[in-house]
């Protein structure tokens, strides 16, 4: 577990995604890509293996997308797609999709 920090920068260790931080919760977080623990890209750690994502945290990270939590209180901005999913621990993150406009009469 680390500290997220707003404007961090992360890469998965199992597929070619990297994310932004965009909204960093205060408390350590989990932050996972394709069920495995994501490393901040300015560390320039090697990858721990090419296996790929784990079953269940394959369905991909897509180019431009922000996903964040029921909470609300993360949010990252992929920068680099993969085939890995994303999430917090065992919890997936959600695509964040916009608030529809208030209907006028």
Known sequence: ????KTGGRYRSQVC?????????PS???DLRCGGTPMVRLEDGQPTASNSGPAEGWDGGSLLGKRYSDADGTL???VTRPGNGSLGIGDTPLEVKRAKPLPASD
């Open 1 to 4: 577990m680390t500290v997220l």
């Open 27 to 29: 408390a350590e977080s």
């Open 16 to 24: 070619d995604t990297e994310v932004i931080v965009v909204r960093a």
């Open 75 to 77: 949010e990252v901005l």
